[in-house]
């Protein structure tokens, strides 16, 4: 079992940067491929980005492509995601997600979630 808490999420001026994390505990953290989603209110959770279990495969939504990376670290059990350039429809609630698929972009394959960090963008 995977337990995930997410970090760094704040309010930010548009063109600002947030840097968000996910700290997972458990022995299966470098068997999982991870994944970020958000939502918006009234709106579906939408998937962002996601990260295969080595780190060496990453795949974006179109929207954030060339302003959010998305990275991990199996040493210290975290995946990141780096937002840069950050608009106002960027707001929303940011959650992590692990899967023992491979990579993947539906929240329906992901097994495991935190709890979400807000993420405001001003404008």
């Known amino acids: 079992q995977v337990q995930l808490v997410e970090s760094g999420g704040g309010l930010v001026q548009a063109g600002g940067s947030l840097r968000l994390s996910c700290a997972a505990s458990?022995?299966?953290?470098?068997?999982?491929?991870m994944g970020w989603f958000r939502q918006a209110p009234g709106k579906e959770r939408q998937f962002v980005a996601a990260i295969n279990r080595s780190g060496g495969s990453t795949y974006y939504t179109d929207s954030v492509k060339g302003r959010f990376t998305i990275s991990r670290d199996n040493a210290k059990n975290t995946v990141y995601l780096q937002m840069n350039s950050l608009k106002p429809e960027d707001t929303a609630v940011y959650y992590c997600a692990a899967t023992g698929l491979l990579l993947q972009t539906s929240a329906s394959r992901y097994d495991y979630w935190g709890q979400g960090t807000q993420v405001t963008v001003s404008s």
């Open positions: 458990g022995r299966t953290f470098s068997s999982s491929a």
